[in-house]
C-alpha cells in the first residue's frame, strides 16, 4: 500500500514542532543542559593547566605554588567526573521516558481515528512512526542535544581563552564560520531530502515484511515466492543506494569542513611560529594555542555528525507531528463529549439504556477516498427485536450499513436514527459499548481462549465465558481443546480453524 507524503515540512528541523512533548521533562532537560556545559568547560580549561605548567614549572626555577596548582587541577577534573556522570545519568532516563510517552501518545491517537484512515496507511506506514520514529526523536531530544550543548560550550569556551591569548590568531580561525554556514546551509537542504525518501523507503520495506509475514500462506499457495523475492530485494537496494548517496554527502560535509580547517590551522601555525621567533609570544602560549585549535577538530566534527543527525531526525519529527495531527473523520460535539465523556474520559453516569430500534433515513454514502455513492437515498427501519437478513452481491453495500450503525463511517447525506434520535446525539463510545460486532474475517488476539473472550471485558468470570460459549455452541469446540479455556490460539488465532475463530468472536461478542 503506498501512502502520500503528506508531512509538512517543519522550520527550524522540527524543534518547536516536538517541545510540547517534553514539559514534563523540561526541570530535568535544563539540569542535563547545565551540568553538559560545565563538563565542556573544565575540559576546555585543561589546556591552561599545560600553558602554566610550560612557564613556569618547566625550567624548574620555582615550584613554590605547584601544591596550588595540583590541587587546582584534581578540583577541576572532579567538577568534571561529576559533571558528567549526572549528565550522562539524566539523559538514559530522560531518553527513555521520552520515547515511551512518544509512543504511547502515538498509539492512544491511532485509537481515536476512523477506520478511512487505517484504509489508507498500511501496518509498515504506522509501526514505523510509533516504533521507529519516536525512538529517533527521543535519541535526538536527549544525546544528540547534549552533543551539540558540549561541543558549542567547547568550542565558545575554547574560542573566549584563544582570544585572550592571542586576538590575532583567533581571527585567522573565525574567518572558517561563515563558510561553515554556507555549506552547512548547503548540504542540509540536500541531506533532508536524502533521509525523507529513506525513511519513506523504510516504511515501506516494513510494510511489505509484515505482509510477507501474515500472508505467508497465501504466497505459498499462489507460488508467487519469487516474485515477492523479488520486489523486496528491490526495496532494500533502492534504500540502500539512497543511503549510500546520503553517506557521501554527510562525508564529503564533513571533509571539505575538515580539510578548510586543517588549511587555517597550517596558516596560524604559520604566524604562530613567526610570533615566537620574534620574542612576540612565548613557546608555552604558542604551544597552548595550538593545543586548543587542534582540540577544536574533534569537537568541530562531531558537531557536524551531530547536526547531521539533527537533519536527519527532523524527517522523523515530521512524520510523528503529521500523524499527531490527524483528524478522524467521525468525530462527536462538544456538546456530546460534554455529556458522555470521549474515548479515554467516558461519563458512564450519564450513560442511557439501548431500546434497540435503528431507522435509516433518506441516507446517502460514498467512502471518504470515494467518488461514487455507495448508498442513495436508502431507507429503513429495523424496530426492537426484530432480526434482518440483509441480502445482495458483492459490494452492494452490505457491510457499508453495519458500519454506518456502528458510526465507524459517518453519512455522506440523511441521518441514522438510534432509539428515534440521531446517532451522533450520543457518543460513539456509547453506541459501541451496546453492540456486538463480528467481522467477516475474525480476529483474535496473541493469547489463550480465556484472554480472547475476556477482551472485552476483562472482569468476566469462567462461568459467563462457559455461559457465552454455550450459546454460540462452541463450548464443546473448547472442552477439546488440548487446555480448555487456556488453550493457546496462537497470533491471529493461527492455531485455530477459521469456524473456530468465529464461533469465539460471536461469543466474545456477547460477553462484551
Same mark, same amino acid.
Given at each position: 500500500m503506498e501512502q502520500a507524503n503528506t508531512e509538512k515540512r517543519l522550520p527550524w528541523y522540527g524543534i518547536p514542532a516536538i517541545l510540547p512533548y517534553l514539559k514534563e521533562y523540561r526541570t530535568k532537560m535544563v539540569i542535563m543542559v547545565f551540568f553538559g556545559a560545565v563538563s565542556s568547560v573544565a575540559d576546555a580549561v585543561f589546556p591552561l593547566f599545560n600553558r602554566y605548567a610550560l612557564n613556569h614549572f618547566a625550567d624548574g626555577k620555582t615550584l613554590d605554588t605547584m601544591g596550588l596548582f595540583v590541587l587546582l587541577y584534581v578540583a577541576v577534573l572532579l567538577v568534571q567526573v561529576a559533571a558528567n556522570l549526572i549528565s550522562a545519568f539524566l539523559i538514559s532516563f530522560v531518553e527513555l521516558d521520552v520515547g515511551r510517552d512518544l509512543k504511547n501518545a502515538a498509539f492512544n491517537h491511532l485509537q481515536t481515528l476512523s477506520f478511512s484512515y487505517y484504509n489508507n496507511h498500511s501496518v509498515g506506514y504506522l509501526h514505523a512512526r510509533v516504533m521507529s520514529d519516536t525512538d529517533r526523536i527521543g535519541t535526538l531530544v536527549t544525546w544528540r542535544l547534549?552533543? =551539540?550543548?558540549?561541543?558549542f560550550s567547547y568550542i565558545i569556551s575554547v574560542f573566549f581563552?584563544?582570544?585572550r591569548i592571542n586576538a590575532e590568531l583567533s581571527a585567522m580561525l573565525l574567518l572558517l564560520l561563515p563558510i561553515a554556514i554556507l555549506l552547512t546551509g548547503f548540504f542540509q537542504r540536500r541531506l533532508v531530502v536524502?533521509? %525523507?525518501?529513506? !525513511?519513506? +523507503?523504510?516504511s515501506r520495506i516494513t510494510g511489505n515484511f509484515n505482509e510477507g509475514i501474515t500472508g505467508a500462506r497465501t504466497i505459498r499457495t499462489l507460488v508467487v515466492e519469487d516474485r515477492v523475492i523479488r520486489d523486496f530485494r528491490e526495496d532494500t537496494e533502492r534504500m540502500r543506494k539512497t543511503s549510500v548517496h546520503a553517506t557521501h554527502y554527510s562525508a564529503l560535509f564533513s571533509a571539505t569542513l575538515t580539510s578548510m580547517a586543517s588549511a587555517a590551522l597550517a596558516i596560524v601555525l604559520w604566524r604562530g611560529g613567526r610570533l615566537t621567533r620574534e620574542s612576540m609570544m612565548e613557546i608555552g602560549t604558542l604551544s597552548v594555542f595550538? /593545543?586548543?585549535?587542534?582540540?577544536?577538530?574533534?569537537? +568541530? %566534527?562531531?558537531?557536524?555528525?551531530? &547536526?547531521?543527525e539533527l537533519v536527519s531526525a527532523q524527517v522523523n519529527i515530521e512524520r510523528f507531528t503529521g500523524l499527531m495531527k490527524e483528524t478522524?473523520?467521525?468525530?462527536?460535539?462538544?456538546?456530546?463529549?460534554?455529556?458522555?465523556?470521549?474515548?479515554? #474520559?467516558?461519563?458512564?453516569?450519564?450513560?442511557?439504556?439501548?431500546?434497540?430500534?435503528?431507522?435509516?433515513?433518506?441516507v446517502s454514502f460514498r467512502y471518504p477516498d470515494g467518488k461514487e455513492l455507495v448508498l442513495s437515498h436508502f431507507n429503513l427501519r429495523v424496530p426492537r427485536g426484530q432480526r434482518v437478513a440483509i441480502v445482495g452481491e458483492t459490494g452492494a453495500g452490505k457491510s457499508t450499513l453495519v458500519n454506518l450503525v456502528c458510526r465507524f463511517f459517518e453519512p455522506t447525506e440523511g441521518q441514522i436514527l438510534i432509539d428515534g434520535r440521531d446517532a451522533r446525539e450520543r457518543s460513539q463510545?456509547?453506541?459501541?459499548?451496546?453492540?456486538?460486532?463480528?467481522?467477516?474475517?475474525? #480476529?483474535?488476539? /496473541?493469547?489463550?481462549v480465556r484472554d480472547n473472550l475476556r477482551y472485552g471485558r476483562p472482569?468476566?468470570?469462567?462461568?459467563?465465558?462457559?455461559?457465552?460459549? %454455550?450459546?454460540?455452541?462452541?463450548?464443546?469446540?473448547?472442552? #477439546?481443546?488440548?487446555?480448555?479455556?487456556?488453550?493457546?490460539? $496462537?497470533? $491471529?488465532?493461527? =492455531?485455530? /480453524?477459521?469456524?473456530?475463530?468465529? &464461533? =469465539?468472536?460471536?461469543? !466474545?461478542? +456477547? &460477553?462484551?
Open positions: 547534549m552533543d =551539540l550543548v558540549w561541543y581563552v584563544m582570544f536524502l533521509n %525523507r525518501k529513506i !525513511r519513506e +523507503l523504510n595550538m /593545543s586548543y585549535a587542534l582540540g577544536m577538530m574533534d569537537p +568541530l %566534527r562531531y558537531m557536524i555528525a551531530a &547536526l547531521s478522524s473523520d467521525v468525530t462527536d460535539t462538544p456538546e456530546v463529549v460534554e455529556k458522555y465523556g470521549d474515548t479515554f #474520559h467516558p461519563k458512564k453516569e450519564n450513560w442511557e439504556g439501548l431500546r434497540g430500534d435503528i431507522e435509516f433515513r433518506d463510545l456509547w453506541l459501541h459499548s451496546h453492540i456486538g460486532y463480528v467481522l467477516q474475517t475474525p #480476529h483474535l488476539f /496473541s493469547g489463550s472482569d468476566a468470570t469462567d462461568e459467563e465465558i462457559w455461559d457465552a460459549l %454455550r450459546l454460540v455452541s462452541a463450548a464443546d469446540v473448547v472442552k #477439546h481443546m488440548g487446555q480448555g479455556l487456556d488453550s493457546p490460539v $496462537g497470533e $491471529g488465532g493461527d =492455531l485455530l /480453524s477459521t469456524g473456530e475463530k468465529q &464461533l =469465539l468472536s460471536f461469543a !466474545r461478542a +456477547l &460477553l462484551a
